[in-house]
């Protein structure tokens, strides 16, 4: 069994809603003491290429990585790709597909804003936008702050851009089992994103847990920015009951608005297995 890394398998770069490139990232990752890294951008794999050549240059072992906004129940769920062959044509498919209504949604969006006085919010989103294929909330979000609708991107998600308030604008993402299959069938292991940021009934989430493993489903982020210090003790318990690998990652978007930098939360438990040890072959060395 490899021992407990200090592996960040959780960030975003200007390929999504991240501000700095996968260069500056994996210069930030190793300044950190990151051992192994993996960037996960939202439905785009476009990043990947160079992530892993930041890593080789900074002597960092690398995993493949994205993020795939996922509608189960309802609600929007994340799933992390880890160690997939990033020239695969399914999933390049896949996730074309989950990108394909963004930029729809984005005009509703900036319509829904309008209505409450917000003006040209598509125009100012898209000048935050790195990749024309990926607009998303976030770009939304820089906006608000920069026009000084609101001071910091958190109250834009509690007062815009989310269920019941202005621009909020309902959509539906991939399949639970299309995501996982996508990822699995390029030889990667499918990883439920940040669990407690869901809010689901227990009912529900014994639902996405089931329904995840049926699908073939193998991990779960334990130790994420998005999970309190007792949510850390609560999913590592649920990773045994479900026998999930456990997962790290910081969800780190921007020096100016993440609060979890690369590399700095606790370590896994020591009791679980960790994502890691299931992509022994897909790790690519620091060296
Ligand atoms: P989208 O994929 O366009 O729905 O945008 C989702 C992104 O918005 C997430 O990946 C986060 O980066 C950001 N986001 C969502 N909720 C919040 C929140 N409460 N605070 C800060 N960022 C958020
Ligand atoms: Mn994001
Ligand atoms: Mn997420
Ligand atoms: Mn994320």
């Given at each position: 069994m490899t021992p407990i890394l200090n592996a960040d398998l959780h960030c975003h770069s200007v390929v999504s809603?991240?501000?700095?490139?996968p260069e500056e990232l994996a210069a930030r990752a190793k300044a950190n003491g990151v051992e192994l890294w993996a960037l996960t951008d939202h439905d785009e794999i476009g990043g990947q290429r160079r992530a892993a050549a930041a890593a080789r240059v900074q002597g960092m072992a690398y995993l493949t990585g994205v993020e795939i906004s996922v509608t189960f129940a309802d609600t929007t769920v994340h799933i992390v790709g880890l160690g997939f062959d990033p020239d695969n044509t399914q999933l390049a498919e896949g996730l074309a597909a989950t990108r394909g209504g963004r930029g729809e949604r984005a005009k509703d969006m900036a319509e829904q804003l309008a209505q409450v006085g917000i003006k040209d919010a598509y125009e100012g989103a898209l000048k935050f936008v790195?990749?024309?294929?990926l607009i998303s909330r976030t770009h939304f979000a820089r906006f608000l702050v920069e026009t000084g609708v609101c001071k910091e991107t958190s109250e834009v998600f509690r007062k815009y851009l989310t269920e019941g308030k202005p621009g909020y604008v309902p959509h539906r993402w991939a399949t639970l089992g299309n995501a996982v299959r996508w990822i699995t069938e390029a030889g990667g292991i499918a990883v439920i994103a940040h669990p407690a940021r869901y809010k689901f009934s227990a009912n529900e989430e014994f639902a996405l847990f089931s329904e995840f493993k049926a699908h073939g489903g193998r991990g779960v982020e334990v130790?994420?920015?998005?999970?309190s210090p007792a949510e850390y003790v609560t999913y590592a318990a649920m990773a045994k009951e479900f026998e999930l690998a456990a997962s790290r990652g910081s969800?780190?978007?921007s020096p100016d608005e993440s609060h979890t930098d690369l590399g700095t939360l606790p370590l896994l438990p020591g009791a679980l297995t960790p994502v890691w040890d299931l992509l022994a072959d897909r790790i690519r060395p620091a060296h």
């Open positions: 809603d991240g501000t700095l490139s790195g990749n024309p294929a130790v994420t920015g998005s999970h969800d780190f978007h």
